[in-house]
């Protein structure tokens, strides 16, 4: 991604050294994040930056089951559904940076097994409010509560695909087996069309 800023070789050595110092990946091994401990993390196994990545990297304002502070994995048990989260997010950042023209963007399908029970708040109107398609302030707060009660995460139906089924794993130890799948292209006309998708 840094090196569609330039070609300079020097100028881009001098890039990456500003991002690793600044990379909280890096950062959160060395335990020098906040949100989330260095014991807690993973290493020396298949792909385990990649893990470890997900929850060191969190947006600026959280997502639907994590804070700003910490990350946490999401996946999706379908493809479809996954893709359309992943173009969610991409399309609302564009219309956030008041980005208009075309927009290509790279995916990799990453596949994970998780061996943990998972708090289920599919069909259960009590967390209907935590499904909120514009607001992530209850849903983060019941996944702030669960985690301090020890929790491996939360299995929720899809706000983004109707009949999709989406999981929030808290714990870095608990994503294993993390293999590469295809990698998918999206393209996006502008900020407000859906994109296309296709397999690179």
């Known amino acids: 991604m840094l090196t569609r800023l330039t070609d300079d070789r020097d100028l881009l050595d001098g890039i990456f050294e500003l991002d690793n110092a600044t990379n909280d ?20 196994i298949p792909s385990y930056r990649i893990i470890n990545a997900a ?53 990799v399908d990453y596949r994970a097994d998780f061996r943990a029970e998972f708090h289920d708040i599919r069909g259960m109107k009590e967390y209907a409010d935590c499904l909120s398609p514009s607001s992530y302030a209850t849903s983060q707060a019941l996944a702030a509560q669960l985690l301090e009660s020890g929790s491996a995460g939360i299995i929720y139906p899809s706000v983004r695909r ?20 295809e990698r998918f292209t999206f393209v996006f006309a502008d900020s407000r069309t859906p994109p296309t998708i296709r397999r690179c």
């Open 55 to 107: 929850f060191c990297h969190p947006a600026p304002d959280g997502s639907r089951f994590n804070s700003a502070d910490r990350g946490a994995w999401y996946a999706a048990l379908e493809l479809e559904t996954s893709q359309a989260e992943v173009a969610y997010h991409k399309q609302l950042w564009l219309q956030e940076t008041g980005w208009n023209e075309e927009e290509r963007a790279d995916y």
């Open 162 to 181: 109707s009949g999709g089924t989406c999981i929030a794993c808290f714990r870095p130890v608990l994503v294993t087996n993390v293999q590469k799948g």
């Open 25 to 44: 990946r890096l950062l959160a091994e060395s335990g020098l994040l906040p949100g989330i401990d260095a014991r807690e993390l993973v290493f020396g």
